[in-house]
């Protein structure tokens, strides 16, 4: 085993002072790989970490007339703050160095407060633009999924309102969601379905406004919950094109530049920075670890909690999960292959078959639809069937 379980750990109570091994001058605050550091370097660390991502946004590889615009989705979560504040210093040093940058930056906040109570409220982005003014912002709700989403996801969309209206038909699009989400069997669906109608409209969104990239700020803690609870929802087969980056299926480029940076480092990092970035974080109520899960608790949850200890004690498997996941290549997609109806990824031919006891219970759910695997199970029991 080595020692990497030590390495992150941040100095704790009365340790003897020591000097930055960096710079030699100040105090060390962080572990980092064994080298004791002081706030100044550890953002710089994580800054440098970051950077080696950006290579795509380099301004020798924008083109002249014709400067990338990246989607930047923010949760108001540490990562995608973290990524925010990386990315405008970034595009100042570019500015600073060359009067140009690479890239420009349009950033996107899709409010779920419609459907979770604990999500932010409407209106945080005005913070943010004050901070960070060069950029451009949006925000949405997850309502807007009705007015924007991809042609696979509208025709559903389209139909389920027929489908949901067991006593009146939904008058609102507010009303049309939460009937939607409430036809779904369990928490963990209804999470799951909530998510990619999320990722939808950011995709959508995307598009309209001529993004060709988005930019995720999944840290590697993050890829690797991802990885383990998408495999557990019978979602495995997306992995290459939700954790490897490059080019989606959706004719948009990928990219998540906190891939190497464990969730806790960005927690310190965010603390670090100056001013930190810490008051602008929304901080969910912390899930907790018990032996018994509430029944509301969802696998994404779960797999949260367990990547929060692992990371804790073996930074190497988190870093191992993500690196193992990205070596997997995405399936080749062919023009017009079909599509799944729910989150629009390319349908294999195995969802065509799947395996015994499943095929029986999918055709339950979806007599005529295309799902994939995924949101089959996600949708098993339910009443949403988009297009009976
Ligand atoms: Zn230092
Ligand atoms: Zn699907």
């Known amino acids: ?24 001058e100040i105090e060390a605050t962080t572990i980092m790989r064994t080298e004791p550091l002081c706030s100044n370097c ?56 060359t009067n140009r940058t690479g890239y420009e930056l349009h950033v996107l906040h899709v ?31 997850l309502e807007d999924v009705f007015d924007h989403a991809n042609e696979y996801l509208e025709t559903t969309l389209r139909d389920v309102n027929i489908n949901i209206g067991d006593v009146a038909p939904p008058s609102s699009k507010h009303e049309k969601l939460v009937g939607l989400l409430s036809a779904l069997p369990s928490p963990t669906s209804r999470a799951d379905v909530v998510e990619t109608l999320r990722n939808n409209l950011i995709i959508a969104f995307a598009k309209e406004n001529d993004c060709q990239s988005i930019t995720w700020g999944d840290s590697a803690t993050r890829l690797a919950e991802k990885t383990i609870s998408e495999t557990a929802k019978g979602r495995g087969f997306s ?15 990928v990219s998540h530049p906190l891939r190497d940076v464990l ?19 929304h901080s969910r109520p912390a899930p907790t670890m018990t032996s018994a899960p509430a029944k509301s608790t969802t696998i994404d949850d779960l797999m949260g909690q367990y990547f929060a200890s692992i990371e804790e004690s073996f930074p190497s498997i988190v870093a191992n999960v993500v690196r193992t996941t990205s070596k997997l290549r995405a399936p080749e997609v062919t023009e017009g292959q079909s599509r799944c109806d729910l989150c629009g990824l390319p349908l294999a031919d195995s969802d065509a078959s799947l395996g015994e006891g499943e095929s029986s219970a999918q055709s339950l759910v979806q007599p005529e639809g295309n799902l994939c695997y995924g949101c089959a199970r996600t949708t098993l029991g339910s009443r949403f069937t988009p297009h009976s």
Not at 116 to 126: K, N, S, V
Not at 269 to 277: G, T
Request: net charge positive; aromatic share 6%; glycine share 6%.
């Open 1 to 24: 085993m080595t020692t990497d379980s030590q390495n992150a750990e941040r100095t704790m109570g009365a340790a003897p002072v020591r000097l930055c091994k960096r710079c030699q």
């Open 111 to 141: 409010n779920t407060s419609g459907v979770d109570a604990d999500a932010p409220q409407i209106g945080r982005l005005e913070v943010l633009k004050e901070k960070y003014p060069r950029h451009t912002y949006s925000e949405l709700t």
């Open 263 to 281: 969730k806790k480092e960005l927690v310190i990092f965010a603390e670090n920075v100056d001013p930190p970035l810490t008051p602008l974080i």
């Open 239 to 253: 992995l290459p094109w939700q954790i490897s980056g490059g080019e989606s299926p959706y004719g948009l480029h």
């Open 42 to 97: 550890f953002v710089e660390y994580i800054k440098k970490k970051v950077a080696k991502q950006l290579e795509a946004y380099r301004i020798k590889n924008a083109s002249k007339n014709n400067r990338r615009r990246v989607l930047l989705p923010i949760s108001f979560g540490v990562s995608s703050l973290s990524l925010l504040h990386v990315l405008d210093g970034h595009l100042q040093s570019q500015i600073r160095r």
